[in-house]
């Protein structure tokens, strides 16, 4: 399993909103982009191939990629202590 970056998750985010991922920052509302519940969920399902136990709620609680990638470190680090 590859680990999940920032840099992937902006690009998969990018593709989702038909965006260039230099143009989403990591404060911007994804909301506001144009990303809606339907996408997170399908960016959860791909994002958990990743070996992480990523939920739609724990992206649910942030509407910001700096704030998904909070929570994806997180979730690593868990992985990683429990492996």
Not at 8 to 22: C, K, L, S
Not at 23 to 28: H, S
Not at 60 to 75: D, N
Request: proline share 1%; no cysteine.
């Amino acid at each position: 399993m590859t680990a999940l970056t920032l840099e992937r998750m902006r690009a998969d985010v990018a593709e989702m909103i038909g965006e260039a991922p230099e143009e989403i920052g990591n404060d911007e509302n994804l909301m506001d982009l144009g990303l809606d519940s339907m996408r997170v969920l399908g960016l959860v399902l791909a994002w958990g191939n990743t070996g992480i136990a990523l939920e739609f709620s724990h992206l649910a609680e942030h509407a910001t990629l700096g704030g998904w990638w909070t929570v994806v470190e997180r979730l690593q680090a868990q992985a990683a202590a429990s492996a």
